[in-house]
């Protein structure tokens, strides 16, 4: 196969000419010592974006999920989060290898929590009881294939939150989508958390990083542990560069992302043993359940494959495809064609 088209996800992306001379071009120093001005730059723009204090760097989006979670938290304690939330499900539970603390798990409406179902399982410490200290909000929500979670109902969360004097962490890997899905600025997003996490590495397309963002206290803190797990970078203005293009660059274009995915979504729903709601299709992610008479899900794939199609199985009966800089609508069109090819 000459070309795939991979749909598989957005942190495919490959950087782009402009990432890859600011990279050559970068103005670096040792980043633990506080001395790369490049870092120092994308950590002030990004802390400027959410409307908040402070940034720091992150290796990943899991290490900054990681960091915020072990920042806010102490042990004996627990963390709310959300059934399907990429924290709890696809972090290899840092949540209680790293900071010891306990999920505890609440269903959703396509990833928002019900604020009384929130409320109900805010506990108060007791010799008995862990303190709820935290509660994780994800917009947008990967595994409900991209859903924006209203404003509204994280404004609910916030109040709920304020009422009990417990923290807000949003896990914003994908909070430029949600932006572009409602038009609702990121710093309203952003408000509705004490911290937020983005990732320069899906829809952005820098080749690594992830931005984490909050008060001043909890970003020196969140410095300090980063440090404590060997995520202190040295020269890493080299890498800080490219999401500096991606902030400056890259943000416009990820609406593109949300428009080919519903494009997608609307073409292939009809076709014999997909399972899907193109309504449901806000952003960038398609996840359909497959249940098809001649074929497996990993057959299904095989045969995508065999045609230049890569996707991603991410339970027993779904599939997710994953639109970003590097599938055009030609990629979709291929994609279409595939389905018809091999479904019908
Ligand atoms: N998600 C990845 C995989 O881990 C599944 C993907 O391909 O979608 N929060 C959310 C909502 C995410 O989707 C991801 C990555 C992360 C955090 C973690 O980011 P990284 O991969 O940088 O650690």
């Not at 300090?224 to 890259?250: D, F, N, P, S, W």
């Not at 339970?315 to 639109?323: A, D, G, L, Q, Y």
Request: proline share 4%; charged share 25%.
């Amino acid at each position: 196969m000459d070309k795939y088209s991979d749909f598989r996800s957005d942190t495919v992306t490959r950087p782009t000419p402009n990432m890859r001379k600011a990279m050559a071009e970068a103005i670096v120093g040792d980043d633990v010592l506080g001395d790369d001005p490049t870092v120092q730059k994308l950590e002030e723009m990004s802390a400027g974006m959410m409307g908040k204090d402070a940034a720091v760097f992150m290796p990943s989006g899991t290490m900054g999920n990681s960091v915020a979670i072990k920042a806010w938290t102490r042990e004996l304690e627990e963390v709310i989060v959300e059934a399907k939330s990429h924290i709890y499900n696809m972090e290899s539970t840092h949540m209680t290898f790293i900071s010891r603390v306990l999920p505890r798990v609440l269903n959703s409406n396509r990833g928002a929590m019900d604020p009384d179902d929130i409320e109900k399982n805010i506990r108060k410490s007791s010799v008995h009881i862990p303190k709820t200290s935290l509660i994780c909000v994800e917009n947008t929500h990967n595994n409900w294939s991209g859903a924006v979670v209203p404003l509204d109902n994280l404004k609910e969360i916030r109040k709920i939150a304020d009422k009990h004097e417990i923290k807000v962490h949003l896990d914003g890997a994908r909070i430029f989508n949600a932006s572009h899905a409602t038009k609702i600025p990121v710093k309203d997003y952003a408000a509705i958390a004490d911290s937020v996490m983005f990732c320069l590495s899906k829809g952005l397309s820098a080749p690594i990083g992830s931005m984490l963002i909050g008060p001043r206290e909890f970003i020196d803190m969140a410095r300090r542990v980063r440090k404590a797990l060997g995520g202190g970078m040295r020269q890493v203005g080299i890498i800080a560069a490219a999401g500096l293009v991606a902030l400056t660059e890259m943000v416009d274009r990820i609406q593109e992302d949300n428009i080919r995915a519903k494009k997608l979504a609307l073409a292939i729903a009809g076709f014999p043993g997909i399972k899907l709601e193109p309504e449901f299709i806000q952003t960038n992610i398609v996840i359909f359940g497959f249940n098809h008479p001649r074929l497996t899900v990993s057959e299904f794939l095989n045969r995508l494959n065999e045609r230049g199609i890569l996707a991603l199985q991410v339970s027993k009966k779904e599939i997710r495809f994953v639109t970003h800089k590097d599938v055009d609508d030609e990629d979709v069109d291929r994609a279409i064609s595939a389905f018809r090819a091999i479904l019908t």
